[in-house]
């Protein structure tokens, strides 16, 4: 038996590959390469000692799904695969309405014909959109969201939902991530982003490194302790290991649960910068700058319910983030194009 990985290739997938095989389980990944490259699976094998099947899929295609769940005895689902550009995401709605939300339907009445009917989904602390107050739980209202990526994760969730209530065989973990950062230890993989960077971390590292000038803090006039934007990071290796955890849960149980994964720590833009200063002996130039459209002043969870159902928590503190994204882009100062 064994796990398919959808969007494994990708930031999150690649680490979370290493932790399934890790736990001893046998993984089967598809990717359409949107996002990321054929090295980073490399690497995977390379660090975990181990091979495994991977195609060159679009979870999109369902007759080439159906083949790969024909070829494997698959008996859940860890659903990754999306797009994630929040502002992209406003200019071409359509294309993420499409991949995201079509491309979830397609996955799971592939899964249902060839009964399989268990999946970890990647959803997203956007869903509770603007209309919360942190620390944040799972029965907060949701769907308040500023985006088209934000509403496709708001969708899936409630597809999901209608699913599982539809068969009661079904059961879907889903995944509601923080801010998602830093690499592996070993500094071989991480994020590689396309272009400038949207997102703090691949920002502040490739300022650190000279690619970019200086960074833009958005805002210093946010109900903060320093009056800049908290947010919630996560190692993106207490993730990976989150969805170990998830996915012995869905082996486990029928139905759906909404599960947060975060450390319950809010971190304020001028703490990340500092931190990743002191925990690297580099220097990050920035210029406060306007506040940027869509954003909220603060945003981090409350974990407790992963602690209860999954007995995960994160482990790492923000300055394993800080070294370990460091010791990635440092590395690998072009990404996986060397
Ligand atoms: P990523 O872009 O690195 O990985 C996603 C992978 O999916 C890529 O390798 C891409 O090529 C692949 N993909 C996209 N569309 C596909 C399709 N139609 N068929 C097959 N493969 C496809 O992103 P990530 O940061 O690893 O995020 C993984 C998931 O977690 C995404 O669903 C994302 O929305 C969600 N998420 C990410 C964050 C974050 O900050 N990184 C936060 C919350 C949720
Ligand atoms: C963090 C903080 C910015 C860049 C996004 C998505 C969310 C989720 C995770 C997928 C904020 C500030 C940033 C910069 C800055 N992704 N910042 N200068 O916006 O919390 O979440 O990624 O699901 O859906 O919206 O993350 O890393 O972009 O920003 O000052 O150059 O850093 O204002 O306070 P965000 P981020």
Not at 142 to 148: E, I, L, P, R, S
Request: proline share 5%; glycine share 10%; charged share 20%.
């Amino acid at each position: 038996m064994a796990i398919l990985i959808t969007g494994g290739c990708g930031y999150i997938g690649s680490h979370t590959c290493i932790e399934m095989l890790q736990a001893g389980y046998d993984i089967v990944v598809i990717d359409n390469y949107y996002n990321s490259k054929p090295e980073a699976l490399r690497r995977v094998k390379e660090l975990s000692g181990k091979e495994f099947p991977f195609y060159e899929c679009d979870i999109r295609d369902a007759e080439g799904l159906k083949k790969i769940f024909a070829a494997h005895k698959i008996e859940a689902v860890i659903h990754f695969a999306g797009l994630k550009a929040v502002g992209e995401s406003v200019r071409i709605p359509l294309t993420y309405y499409d991949n995201n939300v079509g491309g979830t339907v397609t996955l799971c009445q592939v899964m249902s014909e060839m009964g399989c009917k268990r999946m970890v989904f990647s959803s997203s602390a956007t869903v509770y959109g603007n209309a919360n107050t942190s620390p944040l739980t799972e029965d907060m209202p949701t769907g308040a969201v500023t985006n088209a990526y934000g509403r496709t994760k708001f969708m899936i969730e409630g597809i999901l939902h209608d699913l599982c209530n539809s068969d009661p065989e079904w059961s879907a973990v889903i995944l509601r991530y923080f801010n998602p950062i830093g690499a592996h230890i070993s500094g071989r993989i991480g994020e590689d982003p396309n272009g400038i960077p949207n997102n703090l971390m691949p920002y502040v590292s490739q300022v650190a490194i000279g690619k970019l000038s200086q960074l833009s803090v958005f805002g210093d006039d946010y109900d903060t302790p320093d009056g800049t934007g908290v947010r919630d990071y996560i190692h993106v290796v207490d993730l990976a290991k989150g969805h170990v955890k998830a996915v012995d849960y869905a082996l486990a149980h029928t139905g759906d649960e909404a599960i947060n994964l975060g450390t319950g720590n809010g971190c304020s833009v001028l703490q990340l910068v500092n931190a990743f200063k002191a925990a690297n002996g580099v220097d990050v130039p920035y210029v406060v700058a306007p506040r940027r459209p869509g954003d909220i002043g603060t945003c981090f969870s409350d974990p407790s319910k992963a602690a209860r159902l999954l007995g995960w928590k994160a482990e790492k503190t923000v300055e394993d983030m800080c070294r370990d994204s460091w010791r990635w882009q440092s590395q690998n100062p072009k990404g996986y194009d060397e």
